[in-house]
């Protein structure tokens, strides 16, 4: 569980900080407004990241900051002002990151970088630079974002390494490395990974003019020329990463039911054509339509027939997890059961039915029952068109045996 403590003395700050917070955080967040409040909360709870203010009245030269990191705890700082001296003192002790407080923006980005850093927490990133010395400098600045970082001494090593691992969200590479140069290394990479997938961040020493825009052209999201500032490095990344996860939340929501919450249909669509290009795999694929649900509808509302659908929904989520469950219609449902064979699928769905036939609907202070029929088809070595077919005519004949029950085809 992640969990951010922020240390602010001001009161308005405070607010403008719990108002951010609570809109851009989706974690828990403890606020002190003194050091000896912070070592409390420290004292009794594990915490992710910090947010601290550099002067408090119980801490007016930075002890706070000296406090979270001698505790492990990473820390942004907050501050009114920094001067060289203090900036120094600040990046050689570990922050992750300073933000001034000159403007109101600035609260906005303190909090918009924390939440980045969390999504980093636990994402994986990889160094490719044939220098060891710069190798080891960019995986210490990741790890102090939270990634999780691998390295590579070439183009060569770092390709066999994203091939295998497709979980790694960003690439940090030099141009000139042996073997595969930062060229052939993008342009390789970006033949099995997209640009919304993977980041890429360019490198490349001073005076290397047309080298960035070659590096975009060839894929790369961005590009950094060494030496770079602190400051400068961690903006990059954190903006990259922050690009890529606003993909990530569009796309998503693209895939979701607006009034469920499940996946809907074309992602249904999208998901069921490419498990079935994985032939090896025994898949079962059902189709749940709820009965009468017009007389729900006509007797309670729209409304209640709103949230009779919401609530399906959610004991189809909790019924299924692990499995694809989608809205594919006004009030019916479709579940890909991957690795489910037709003989396995029958007795999950058909507890499900009788799981839901038994639950008591109270909406509105109104108390009724719902049923569900259910068509169940393989899903294996077929067309999706054919298995929809299938499961089709099966729902069809389970709305004509009286509903309330699983008819199978295979
Ligand atoms: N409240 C609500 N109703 C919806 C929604 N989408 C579809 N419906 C309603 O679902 C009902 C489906 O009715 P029918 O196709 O006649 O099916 P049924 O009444 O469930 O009967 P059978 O399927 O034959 O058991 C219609 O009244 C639609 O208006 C929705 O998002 N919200």
């Given at each position: 569980m992640q969990r951010v403590l922020v240390v602010e003395d001001s009161k308005v700050v405070q607010q403008v900080l719990r108002h951010l917070v609570a809109h851009y955080l989706n974690v828990a967040v403890d606020f002190a407004w003194s050091l000896a409040e912070a070592k409390e909360y420290i004292s009794n709870q594990n915490y992710t990241l910090?947010?601290?203010?550099?002067?408090?009245?119980?801490?007016?030269?930075?002890?706070v900051v000296k406090?979270?990191?001698?505790?492990?705890?990473?820390?942004?700082?907050?501050?009114?002002?920094?001067?060289?001296?203090?900036?120094?003192?600040?990046?050689?002790?570990?922050?992750?990151?300073?933000?001034?407080?000159?403007?109101?923006?600035?609260?906005?980005?303190?909090?918009?970088?924390?939440?980045?850093?969390?999504?980093?927490?636990?994402?994986?990133?990889?160094?490719?630079?044939?220098?060891?010395?710069?190798?080891?400098?960019?995986?210490?600045?990741?790890?102090?974002?939270?990634?999780?970082?691998?390295?590579?001494?070439?183009?060569?090593?770092?390709?066999k390494i994203l091939k295998k691992d497709a979980e790694i969200k960003l690439l940090m590479t030099d141009y000139a490395m042996p073997t595969m140069d930062g060229f052939e290394l993008v342009k390789a990479v970006r033949n099995f990974r997209g640009r919304d997938?993977?980041?890429?961040?360019?490198?490349s020493g001073a005076g290397k003019h047309g080298l960035s825009a070659r590096f975009i052209k060839y894929g790369a999201n961005d590009f950094l020329t060494k030496p770079f500032m602190n400051e400068e490095f961690h903006c990059r990344v954190l903006q990259t990463m922050e690009q890529l996860s606003l993909i990530a939340d569009i796309k998503e929501s693209a895939y979701r039911d607006d009034l469920t919450g499940l996946y809907n249909r074309r992602y249904f669509y999208q998901f069921a054509e490419s498990l079935l290009k994985e032939t090896a795999r025994k898949n079962s694929l059902a189709l749940?339509?709820?009965d009468f649900f017009k007389a729900i509808n006509d007797k309670f509302g729209h409304e209640a027939g709103d949230q009779a659908l919401k609530q399906v929904a959610s004991l189809l989520r909790s019924s299924f997890k692990g499995f694809t469950v989608a809205r594919v219609g006004g009030e019916e449902f479709a579940i890909v059961l991957a690795d489910i064979s037709l003989e396995q699928a029958y007795p999950l769905l058909d507890a499900f039915r009788s799981r839901l036939?038994?639950?008591?609907?109270?909406?509105?202070?109104?108390?009724?029952?719902?049923?569900?029929?259910?068509g169940l088809a393989n899903f294996q070595n077929v067309t999706l068109t054919s298995a929809m077919r299938l499961a089709d005519k099966a729902l069809y004949q389970a709305k004509a045996q009286d509903r309330d029950c699983v008819v199978q085809q295979s």
């Open positions: 910090a947010l601290v203010d550099l002067t408090l009245p119980d801490a007016m030269n930075g002890e406090y979270t990191l001698e505790k492990n705890v990473p820390t942004v700082v907050l501050t009114s002002k920094i001067d060289e001296y203090k900036r120094q003192e600040m990046l050689e002790i570990g922050v992750v990151d300073y933000v001034i407080k000159d403007n109101r923006d600035s609260y906005h980005y303190a909090v918009k970088l924390v939440a980045q850093l969390l999504r980093n927490q636990g994402c994986k990133a990889l160094v490719a630079d044939d220098s060891l010395l710069s190798r080891s400098l960019m995986k210490q600045m990741l790890e102090k974002q939270l990634f999780d970082v691998q390295v590579a001494h070439d183009g060569e090593e770092a390709l997938d993977l980041a890429i961040i360019g490198l749940l339509d709820i036939a038994a639950y008591d609907f109270v909406i509105n202070g109104q108390s009724f029952t719902i049923t569900v029929s259910i």
